[in-house]
């Protein structure tokens, strides 16, 4: 899973997650795999804030694998998880504003996302605190 992201973590476009973290946070992830190889080419991670909200996160399909819908499959796998958990809204915060947009996500001022959220994952990125990623939600 960390080669697959290794490149958009090394551009700032997705937050370095630690083995011990990604260990600990298994769960939440959802794979897409190659068929008969059985290789993982994309994966997306819903992480749950509150009771009230998921986020998604880690996005990435494979190189040589995207334009092939992978990435919708994914994050639309983790907005019906997001609904059997009972969640009201998912957060997205990208610099894929239109992917998200086509998909029911709707922008919003980043004032308005839980505070613990930044300091817990934002102060990581290597573009904290200029960041020019939008923030997204999906009313479910």
């Known amino acids: 899973m960390q080669a697959i992201v290794r490149k958009e973590v090394e551009e700032g476009i997705i937050l370095p997650r630690s083995d011990d973290e990604l260990a600990t946070n298994i769960r939440s992830y959802i794979l897409a795999k ?14 749950i804030h509150s009771m009230r909200l998921g986020e998604i996160r880690s996005l990435i399909v494979k190189e040589g694998h995207r334009h092939r819908r992978i990435g919708t499959h994914l994050v639309e796998k983790a907005v019906e ?12 915060l990208t610099y894929m504003g239109t992917f998200f ?30 960041c020019n990623e939008i923030s997204l939600i999906k009313r479910l």
């Open 101 to 130: 947009e086509r998909l029911g996500f709707e922008e919003i001022p980043k004032e308005t996302i839980p505070e613990h959220k930044i300091w817990a994952d934002c102060i990581k990125c290597k573009h904290f605190p200029v």
């Open 81 to 92: 998880e997001g609904r059997s958990l009972r969640l009201a809204e998912v957060l997205a």
């Open 34 to 47: 190659e068929g008969a190889t059985g290789e993982i080419i994309g994966y997306v991670a819903l992480h």
